[in-house]
T-cell receptor
Framework: GESVGLHLPTLSVQEGDNSIINCAYS??????FIWYKQESGKGPQFIID?????DKRQGQRVTVLLNKTVKHLSLQIAATQPGDSAVYFC????????????FGRGTSLIVHP | DAGVIQSPRHEVTEMGQEVTLRCKPI?????LFWYRQTMMRGLELLIY????????DSGMPEDRFSAKMPNASFSTLKIQPSEPRDSAVYFC??????????????FGEGSWLTVV
C-alpha cells in the first residue's frame, strides 16, 4: 500500500524559534490529515487536522499547511517551547475507505533552552 | 473523562509465557483500536473493532496474537506464547466515529512489553 513518510527524523531548535515539521504522503486519494504529538512515555495526542479542501489551518501556536499538488503537509509551531519536545506524527486517511489513519514514522523535535 | 485506560503499563515476561493486555476505551466511543509501536516499524495497526465487532485484523502479525472485545468498555490483546520480538509498546485507542464528520483517535498511555 501507499505510505506516509517524513523528510527529517530529528529537528533541533532553540527555545523561542519557530519549528517546521514536514510530511510527504504518496496516496493522492488521501483527503484528511492529522498531526499527533507523542511525548516520551505517553501515547500520541491529537494536535490539529486539515481536510483536503483547505490549504491552511491554524490552532493555538500551531499551523498546518497542505500542498496537494506536491502531496506535502507541514506543521508549524510558533515560539517553540521546551514542552514542545516530542515526536510528531502525521497521519492520512481517505474518505470512501475505512477512514483508518495511516501514520508516518515520526519526527523527533528537540527544543534547547 | 479519564481517557483510554490501559493495563499493565509495564510488563516484563519470559519467552513462552502468555501476555494479556487490557484496555478500557472512552465511554461512548464506538471504535477501539490496538496498535503496536517499535523503532523499526513505527505505529502499526493490529486490529480494530466497531461496536465490539472485529472489523479488520489484517495487522495481527501471527496466530499467537488474539484480541477480544466482550463489551463496549473492555478489550484484551493476548499474546500466547510470547517471543522476544514481541517486545514493543502496545497502544489501545478509541474513537467516537470514523468518517467525514470526524475521525480523531484518542490513545491510551500504552503498555510497555518486554519479553526476555
Amino acid at each position: 500500500g501507499e505510505s506516509v513518510g517524513l523528510h527529517l527524523p530529528t529537528l533541533s531548535v532553540q527555545e523561542g524559534d519557530n519549528s517546521i515539521i514536514n510530511c510527504a504522503y504518496s496516496n493522492s486519494a488521501s483527503d484528511y490529515f492529522i498531526w499527533y504529538k507523542q511525548e516520551s512515555g505517553k501515547g500520541p495526542q491529537f494536535i490539529i487536522d486539515i481536510r483536503s479542501n483547505m490549504d491552511k489551518r491554524q490552532g493555538q501556536r500551531v499551523t498546518v499547511l497542505l500542498n496537494k499538488t506536491v502531496k506535502h503537509l507541514s506543521l508549524q509551531i510558533a515560539a517553540t517551547q521546551p514542552g514542545d519536545s516530542a515526536v510528531y506524527f502525521c497521519a492520512e486517511t481517505t474518505s470512501g475507505g475505512s477512514y483508518i489513519p495511516t501514520f508516518g514514522r515520526g519526527t523527533s523535535l528537540i527544543v534547547h533552552p | 473523562d479519564a481517557g483510554v485506560i490501559q493495563s499493565p503499563r509495564h510488563e516484563v515476561t519470559e519467552m513462552g509465557q502468555e501476555v494479556t493486555l487490557r484496555c478500557k476505551p472512552i465511554s461512548g466511543h464506538d471504535y477501539l483500536f490496538w496498535y503496536r509501536q517499535t523503532m523499526m516499524r513505527g505505529l502499526e495497526l493490529l486490529i480494530y473493532f466497531n461496536n465490539n465487532v472485529p472489523i479488520d485484523d489484517s495487522g495481527m502479525p501471527e496466530d499467537r496474537f488474539s484480541a477480544k472485545m466482550p463489551n463496549a468498555s473492555f478489550s484484551t490483546l493476548k499474546i500466547q506464547p510470547s517471543e522476544p520480538r514481541d517486545s514493543a509498546v502496545y497502544f489501545c485507542a478509541s474513537a467516537q466515529t470514523l468518517g467525514e464528520t470526524g475521525n480523531t483517535i484518542y490513545f491510551g498511555e500504552g503498555s510497555w512489553l518486554t519479553v526476555v
